[in-house]
């Protein structure tokens, strides 16, 4: 485990940048529009190159080590990038996912990232303000991984308003151990910290005691860190933190779920502020509680409109909801992705004129927004968006399986988990919990897998066809009080 040496911004604007960007030249000539896809934990090699990459107007793509080789093999299908850089950990990964799908040359992540200019000096040039520089994938709710494109604008205006809200100035340190292949790790964090002449710790991964260590170092100084509701609880639950010196931090910045009041409480004990946020990566930081702001006593809410960004509730015609009402968070500004790489219909399905539609719920009280619930199927667990329309696609490819339907349940360590509800096919062998297991284990990330299963004999669905999930969530409880 390590954490890179603090990284100005200047060091990212200068000879370490413009080697690695010739590096790239070198490898792909002119490299306008082209695809450069990682494979890699966190590292000041991937910020470089991730920069490195805009630097001569390449798109970069950090791509979800976590994923199955079949998962990213679709990816490289989607994105077709011309180089694939990767570390040692993963050349397995890199090249099963080529052998699977499309074959792309893969480098390593160290080679262009080398300091040191090549002997034959490259020119290039970089990407203009509204041209793609990032493409974040994200699971599609009708099981086709998402690329949201990110603009130069968009990257920048999305570090202006975390900048804004969390209050990052050049004399701010930001610990990043959320993986740079999500809008946090690489966006929230990394390039604010970048655009405000900050500086970043990059952590390869999220170990709680280390974690904890470096919070109360002071020769590190960290002052801003980003967490899911289950790194909170992790963090408080490791025996140091109740004695740790947290005094340089002015707050650790939640999202991705509601916060328990135990946790908001626990954190304000050791004074330490815990504040909520509401984001995705077609807009990166959306909604936030502001540093200042006073702690609301929902655990839903997630705070005021940043800065840079329009936010309203809408109803099913578009129309402004009433305040107090429930409505969908419909968003616009120079932070909203443009659209979906290679998917014109998700992109038109995802906006009401020059409005983003979120697909999430929320109202309105005392000006801060509440979120309700969502209307996408999607939950969340340890962080990572779950879409169970994907994982239903795989289960439905089981030998013997004749239908499923995947909700996201509540649980203890995870926020949320999948329980799959399995038909098996009448008259066929009846694949056991194992089988299933076992079958789905190369296809899916760990995350996405369900962690329960219940078979039943029919799906019950509507009139229409679809699955009445509040059914199968009653089931879901009952079946655990019989437990």
Same mark, same amino acid.
């Given at each position: 485990?390590?954490?890179?040496?603090?990284?100005?911004?200047?060091?990212?604007?200068?000879?370490?940048?413009?080697?690695?960007?010739?590096?790239?030249?070198?490898?792909?000539?002119? %490299?306008?529009?082209?695809?450069?896809?990682?494979?890699?934990?966190?590292?000041?090699?991937?910020?470089?190159?991730?920069?490195?990459?805009?630097? %001569?107007?390449?798109?970069?793509?950090?791509?979800?080590?976590?994923?199955?080789?079949?998962?990213?093999?679709?990816?490289?299908?989607?994105?077709?990038?011309?180089?694939?850089?990767?570390?040692?950990?993963?050349?397995?990964?890199?090249?099963?996912?080529?052998?699977?799908?499309?074959?792309?040359?893969?480098?390593?992540?160290?080679?262009?990232?080398?300091?040191?200019?090549?002997?034959?000096?490259?020119?290039?040039?970089?990407?203009?303000?509204?041209?793609? %520089?990032?493409?974040?994938?994200?699971?599609?709710?009708?099981?086709?991984?998402?690329?949201?494109?990110?603009?130069?604008?968009?990257?920048?205006?999305?570090?202006?308003?975390?900048?804004?809200?969390?209050?990052?100035?050049?004399?701010?340190?930001?610990? %990043?151990?959320?993986?740079?292949?999500?809008?946090?790790?690489?966006?929230?964090?990394?390039?604010?910290?970048?655009?405000?002449?900050?500086?970043?710790?990059?952590?390869?991964?999220?170990?709680?005691?280390?974690?904890?260590?470096?919070?109360?170092?002071?020769?590190?100084?960290?002052?801003?860190?980003?967490?899911?509701?289950?790194?909170?609880?992790?963090?408080?639950?490791?025996?140091?933190?109740?004695?740790?010196?947290?005094?340089?931090?002015?707050?650790?910045?939640?999202?991705?779920?509601?916060?328990?009041?135990?946790?908001?409480?626990?954190?304000?004990?050791?004074?330490?502020?815990?504040?909520?946020?509401?984001?995705?990566?077609?807009?990166?930081?959306?909604?936030?509680?502001?540093?200042?702001?006073?702690?609301?006593?929902?655990?839903?809410?997630?705070?005021?409109?940043?800065?840079?960004?329009?936010?309203?509730?809408?109803?099913?015609?578009?129309?402004?909801?009433?305040?107090?009402?429930?409505?969908?968070?419909?968003?616009?500004?120079?932070?909203?992705?443009?659209?979906?790489?290679?998917?014109?219909?998700?992109?038109?399905?995802?906006?009401?004129?020059?409005?983003?539609?979120?697909?999430?719920?929320?109202?309105?009280?005392?000006?801060?927004?509440?979120?309700?619930?969502?209307?996408?199927?999607?939950?969340?667990?340890?962080?990572?968006?779950?879409?169970?329309?994907?994982?239903?696609?795989?289960?439905?490819?089981?030998?013997?399986?004749?239908?499923?339907?995947?909700?996201?349940?509540?649980?203890?360590?995870?926020?949320?988990?999948?329980?799959?509800?399995?038909?098996?096919?009448?008259?066929?062998?009846?694949?056991?919990?194992?089988?299933?297991?076992?079958?789905?284990?190369?296809?899916?990330?760990?995350?996405?897998?369900?962690?329960?299963?219940?078979?039943?004999?029919?799906?019950?669905?509507?009139?229409?066809?679809?699955?009445?999930?509040?059914?199968?969530?009653?089931?879901?409880?009952?079946?655990?009080?019989?437990?």
């Amino acid at each position: 485990m390590r954490v890179s040496a603090p990284t100005r911004r200047g060091a990212l604007t200068s000879p370490a940048t413009s080697a690695s960007a010739a590096h790239l030249a070198e490898r792909l000539g002119d %490299c306008k529009g082209k695809r450069i896809a990682t494979l890699a934990r966190n590292s000041a090699a991937l910020a470089i190159v991730g920069a490195a990459a805009e630097r %001569c107007g390449a798109v970069f793509v950090p791509l979800n080590w976590r994923l199955s080789a079949a998962e990213v093999a679709d990816i490289l299908a989607d994105c077709e990038p011309d180089l694939l850089l990767v570390q040692p950990e993963f050349s397995d990964l890199a090249n099963e996912s080529t052998e699977a799908g499309r074959r792309a040359r893969i480098a390593a992540l160290d080679d262009v990232a080398d300091p040191r200019p090549p002997a034959r000096p490259a020119s290039f040039s970089a990407a203009g303000l509204h041209d793609p %520089c990032i493409i974040l994938y994200t699971s599609g709710t009708t099981g086709r991984a998402k690329g949201v494109i990110i603009t130069r604008e968009n990257a920048l205006y999305s570090s202006l308003n975390f900048a804004a809200v969390a209050q990052v100035n050049r004399n701010a340190v930001l610990l %990043c151990d959320a993986p740079m292949f999500h809008t946090v790790g690489l966006v929230a964090i990394t390039r604010t910290a970048f655009n405000r002449g900050a500086c970043v710790l990059l952590s390869d991964r999220f170990v709680p005691g280390v974690t904890v260590q470096r919070l109360a170092d002071p020769a590190l100084g960290a002052t801003h860190y980003f967490v899911v509701p289950q790194m909170v609880e992790a963090l408080v639950r490791e025996p140091a933190f109740a004695k740790a010196d947290l005094s340089r931090l002015v707050a650790l910045f939640s999202g991705g779920g509601p916060l328990a009041a135990d946790l908001v409480r626990t954190c304000a004990e050791r004074g330490v502020r815990l504040i909520n946020g509401y984001g995705m990566s077609e807009v990166g930081s959306a909604i936030h509680m502001p540093v200042g702001a006073a702690p609301s006593n929902d655990a839903r809410t997630v705070g005021y409109p940043a800065p840079y960004l329009d936010v309203m509730l809408a109803d099913a015609d578009g129309h402004p909801v009433a305040d107090g009402d429930v409505g969908e968070i419909w968003m616009r500004g120079p932070s909203v992705s443009p659209g979906y790489w290679n998917q014109p219909e998700a992109t038109s399905a995802s906006r009401a004129g020059d409005w983003f539609r979120s697909g999430d719920l929320a109202c309105q009280q005392n000006d801060a927004f509440l979120i309700v619930d969502r209307l996408k199927d999607m939950y969340i667990s340890g962080g990572e968006n779950v879409y169970p329309a994907e994982v239903e696609a795989v289960l439905r490819q089981v030998a013997d399986i004749e239908d499923a339907v995947v909700i996201g349940v509540p649980d203890g360590r995870w926020g949320e988990v999948g329980c799959a509800f399995v038909q098996v096919r009448t008259g066929g062998p009846r694949p056991t919990e194992t089988d299933i297991r076992d079958a789905i284990a190369t296809r899916l990330a760990r995350f996405k897998q369900p962690a329960h299963y219940l078979f039943v004999e029919a799906i019950p669905r509507t009139g229409s066809g679809k699955p009445r999930k509040n059914v199968l969530r009653e089931a879901f409880f009952q079946s655990r009080g019989a437990a």
